[in-house]
């Protein structure tokens, strides 16, 4: 049971903070760059890092590197775990 609360502490601390919302705006419609996001949301890259390390140990974002490029996009299976889990954690029993 403490390993699932972590779990959904994990999610919620990364729906916590507004810049992690318009980083998963900025997703929303498909695979980003590093670089696209930094730019938009004026961040430098260990801020972007330490963002983007949330959403990926939340599962709700991937990443894969290309080069020296590192790209990031909304995961299907963790958008659908997370909902899953959402809905469980606040269903009657």
């Known amino acids: 049971m403490k390993r699932d609360l972590e779990k959904t502490a994990k999610i919620f601390k990364a729906f ?3 810049i992690r919302l318009e980083i998963l705006d900025l997703l929303k419609n498909g695979e980003e760059c590093a670089c696209f996001l930094q730019e938009k949301l004026d961040l430098t890259q260990s801020g972007l890092s330490y963002h983007m390390k949330i959403l990926i140990e939340s599962g ?3 990443a894969r590197e290309e080069g020296k490029w590192i790209y990031y996009s909304i995961s299907e299976q963790g958008r659908q775990k ?3 889990m959402f809905l469980e954690s606040t269903e009657r029993n």
Do not use: K, L, R, T
Request: charge should be neutral; proline fraction near 0%.
């Open 16 to 18: 916590s903070a507004a």
């Open 60 to 62: 709700i974002v991937i």
């Open 82 to 84: 997370i909902m899953q």
